[in-house]
């Protein structure tokens, strides 16, 4: 699955604000009512697309607003309906979790972020997804040890 299906990062021309324009036009027509799943899947996209453009901006309001689409799309892709879908976008939602984490001087977010990738390792296994098992592990080994650094620094 690609969690960035609404844009393509091209190197010739930047997409990503094509991107969120389209997934924010494609909330108003899909809604959560009648296409569940779908709308679901635009909202990861959609942040997804805010995650990029949150790591490439300073401060925090995009990364936010990135972890509220993340959060809105786990409402309709549940582990019990999707579960692939689900841990992607727990993956997903740790990834901005783990931004925000960084730029911020608290624990909480990096907790948060902790929280969202052993969710995501439910279903992410070493037997069923190899590549994307690593990749969480991965992740939730970086957080962790930011983590720990941050804890060490508030002392």
Do not use: C
């Amino acid at each position: 699955m690609r969690p960035h299906s609404f844009f393509i990062l091209d190197p010739q021309r930047n997409r990503l604000a094509d991107g969120l324009t389209k997934a924010q036009k494609t909330l108003t027509i899909w809604k959560r009512e009648k296409v569940p799943l779908q709308w679901a899947t635009t909202q990861n996209d959609l942040g997804a697309a805010l995650s990029i453009r949150g790591e490439r901006e300073r401060g925090t309001p995009r990364l936010e607003e990135a972890v509220a689409a993340y959060r809105e799309a786990l409402k309709e892709r549940t582990r019990e309906r999707v579960p692939l879908d689900w841990a992607a976008t727990q993956s997903n939602l740790g990834n901005a979790l783990q931004m925000l984490g960084e730029r911020e001087g608290s624990t909480t977010r990096l907790e948060e972020s902790v929280a969202a990738y052993s969710e995501a390792l439910k279903e992410r296994t070493r037997e069923r997804v190899p590549l994307d098992w690593a990749m969480t592990e991965n992740n939730l080994g970086n957080t962790l040890r930011k983590l720990g650094e941050r804890e060490v620094q508030n002392g």
